[in-house]
C-alpha cells in the first residue's frame, strides 16, 4: 500500500531490502503521509514504537558499533558480544512488556502533532545504549511544492502496511584500490566520466579550483585577522543565502598587503567537484551525482584574476557515485525501481564497478 495523493492505493511493491542489498545495507525510508493531526500521530507512533522495539534496527546499530570499536577485534568475540547485546535489550524490554518503548511512542506521537502546528517539523533521536556513539531517528519535514503533504524519515522500510521509500537508491565508489585498468588515476576515471557526461575535462578540474575561496580565508587567518569585520564577513559568507556573491578578484582586492602576499604563495588544499545530472520516470525523480576529492597546490594569480592550481598524488584521492530521489506524493515505487536501473546503466556506462559491497560487520 502507498499513501499518496488519493490516499490509500493499491500499486506494484518493491522489496527494497533485497534489492538494495549489501550494497545500500542501512539506507533511511521516506514515507509521503497527509498534514493531518490524527495521521501525524498514528503513523510517528507506529515509527517510534517499532524503532526502539524493533530486531532488525538495534542489530545494525549494534553491529555497527562493534564492528568500528578498537577493543574489538577477533570474529568470535564479536559475534559474541553482539548476541548478548541483543539478548540482554530483549530481555530488559519483554520483561517490562515493551512498556518504555509503547509510552515513549505515545508521547511522540502527540508531540510530533503539537510540533508540526507550531513549527512546521518534528525529530526524534535515540541512544541504544547509554555511553554508546548509537543514533537512530524519526523525522517529519515539510515536502517542498506539496504543503498538504509531510515527509516521514526513518530507518524502518515498513510501517504498518506502508512500504517507504529509500532515500538512496545507488552508490558505487572509485579510489587508488579500485582503481579500473583504463585510468592512471582517480583524476583521470573522474575526468573520463565528466566527459561521457558532456563536461569539458579542463572546465571540470578549473572548478575544482574556482572554488577553493578558503584561501582567501587562511591568508587572514595566518595573518591573525580572525575578527569578523566587515572583510572577513563579506569573504566568509559570500555565495550565502542572503548574502552578496564576490569575485576572486574582489576578495583579493579587500585584502591587507601581508595578506594579499600569502594568497598568491600555493597552499596545500582538499579539492572537490560535483556533477549532477536528473533521472526521470513517470511523475519520480532522482538526482544523479559524482562528486571527486582530490588534493592540489592552490594559489590566487593576480595577473590572470583567477585561482590557480596543479594536482598533487593522494592517497584520499576518491570518486563517489549517488542517486537520491526527491521523494514526494507523485513518487511511486515501480519509478523508482526504473530510474535506480537508469542510474546503473548509467554508472556501468561511465565505468564505475557493477555492484559495490559494503560490509557493515
Known amino acids: 500500500m502507498v499513501l499518496g495523493k488519493e490516499g490509500f492505493q493499491n500499486k506494484p511493491e518493491v522489496d527494497w531490502d533485497k534489492e538494495l542489498g549489501s550494497e545500500l545495507p542501512d539506507p533511511m525510508f521516506s514515507y509521503i503521509i497527509p498534514n493531518n493531526p490524527l495521521v501525524i500521530e498514528k503513523f510517528v507512533t507506529a515509527a517510534v ?101 509531510l515527509s516521514l524519515a526513518s530507518k524502518l522500510s515498513e510501517i504498518n502496511t506502508m512500504k517507504g521509500f529509500p532515500d538512496d537508491l545507488l552508490y558505487r565508489e572509485v579510489n587508488l584500490e579500485k582503481l579500473p585498468k583504463d585510468s592512471n588515476s582517480v583524476f583521470e576515471f573522474a575526468q573520463k566520466s565528466a566527459a561521457k557526461l558532456g563536461v569539458n575535462p579542463s572546465d571540470f578540474m578549473q572548478s575544482m579550483f574556482d572554488k577553493q575561496g578558503i584561501i582567501f580565508v587562511e591568508a587572514m587567518n595566518n595573518c591573525g585577522h580572525t575578527n569578523f569585520d566587515k ?52 511523475k519520480s525523480k532522482a538526482t544523479f551525482s559524482l562528486n571527486t576529492w582530490t588534493e592540489g597546490m592552490v594559489w590566487y594569480d593576480s595577473k590572470k584574476q583567477k585561482i590557480e592550481g596543479e594536482l598533487i598524488p593522494s592517497k584520499n584521492a576518491a570518486i563517489y557515485l549517488g542517486l537520491r530521489p526527491t521523494i514526494t506524493p507523485d513518487t511511486t515505487h515501480p519509478d523508482l525501481l526504473d530510474i535506480r536501473r537508469k542510474g546503473q546503466f548509467l554508472a556501468k556506462d561511465l565505468g564505475f564497478p557493477e555492484k559495490h559491497n559494503i560490509n557493515w560487520f
Open 49 to 149: 514504537y517499532k524503532t526502539l522495539s524493533g530486531e532488525e534496527i538495534i542489530s545494525k546499530e549494534i553491529g555497527r558499533y562493534i564492528h568500528d570499536s578498537p577493543s574489538i577485534k577477533d570474529e568470535v568475540a564479536e559475534h559474541d558480544v553482539r548476541d548478548m547485546m541483543d539478548y540482554t535489550r530483549d530481555i530488559l524490554s519483554r520483561s517490562t512488556g515493551f512498556h518504555y518503548e509503547q509510552q515513549e511512542a505515545i508521547k511522540q506521537g502527540k508531540k510530533a502533532k503539537a510540533d508540526i502546528a507550531e513549527y512546521g517539523s518534528f525529530s526524534a533521536n535515540y541512544d541504544y545504549w547509554l555511553g554508546m556513539p548509537l543514533k537512530s531517528s524519526v523525522n517529519l519535514r515539510p515536502v517542498r511544492g506539496f504543503p498538504e503533504h
Open 231 to 282: 572583510v572577513r564577513t563579506a569573504i566568509v559568507s559570500s555565495g550565502e543565502r542572503g548574502h552578496k556573491t564576490y569575485s576572486p578578484d574582489e576578495m583579493f582586492k579587500m585584502l591587507s598587503g601581508k595578506e594579499k602576499d600569502l594568497v598568491q604563495k600555493p597552499a596545500k588544499e582538499k579539492l572537490n567537484v560535483a556533477i549532477t545530472r536528473e533521472l526521470e520516470s513517470g
